[in-house]
């Protein structure tokens, strides 16, 4: 009998893939780095049974229209924005993705550009490189102190809880917004729940942790940075959208609010000439949130996984909040 046929839109490792391998058919997009052509990807899903992709490849509604078979798409991040949601119901196609896995190496980065950008890292680091030190100044690159500072977290889901579990180490009072209460997190790092405006008010630094829908997309507008202190950072390891740009690049030129550091942007790669990237007081990365070697292999073993239980007519371990519940295809 045929294997079920999955494709993988990027390179990956063997090693991960082995126990998917020994169940289906694996065929790859062949670069590692380089995303899959949109044409490509959706010639190649016409065919499969299973779709392993990554945040970055579109999922759409024309794409599953015309993929017969597919009965499981596993993304390889925790965010699955990039896939059409009520097109993957229609089709009845089950959708994966890798939560907490990923969670306290995220949170790693969200501490690394938190850093960074209160401590003016990659601005002091440039200069000594470019052979501009020419001597000590007390004021020198002098940031924001960031011990017993304030961090107010928005999305207090699992690496929400992993940002503020780092900052007790930090001696931080930490103050969170969630739609809803979490109170594992709550008894765990001590972090009190606040309405969006107080925390934006009140603290040293925003980090943005919460997933990209309808209601959290453009929630760090023009006004919400008008509310923050001057003195403020704001952080962004989860998604571009959550944050208008344009009013970021005005809010961080006019010296509104401190800095920023960025590791998501709305469209990813963002371009060099980008305003953004101009300012001083920017610290950007190329989205590289969960990217230890460990957490990428881990990732990519889950969501080979979770394509081989739905081929195998099982619950995926980890489908989408959405699909928990929901039987396999027949
Ligand atoms: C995720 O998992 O959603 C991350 O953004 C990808 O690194």
New binding site residues.
Partial sequence: MNKPVVYITRTLPEAQLQTLADHAEIRMWKEADIPVPEEVLAAEAAEADGLLTM?SDPVTDELLEKAPKLKVIAN?????DNIDMKAADRHGVYVC??PDV?SDT?ADLGWTLLLASARQVTSAADYVKAGRWTGWGPFMFAGQQVHQATIGIIGMGSIGTAVARRARGFDMTIYYHNRSRNAAAEEETGAVWMEKNDLLENVDFVVLTAPLTEETKGMIDAEALERMKPTAHLIN???GPLVDEAALENALREKKIAGAGLD?FSNEPIGADHPLLQLENVTALP?????AVPTRQT?IELAGLNIKDVLQGTQPRTAVPEHREKPPRS
């Avoid at 390889?76 to 699955?80: I, L, N, S, T």
């Avoid at 989205?287 to 990217?291: D, P, V």
Wanted: charged share 5%; glycine share 10%.
């Fill in positions: 945040m390889m991040a925790v965010g699955y993705h890798t990923l995220t390891i989860a998604r998501v989205h590289i949130g969960s990217a990732m």
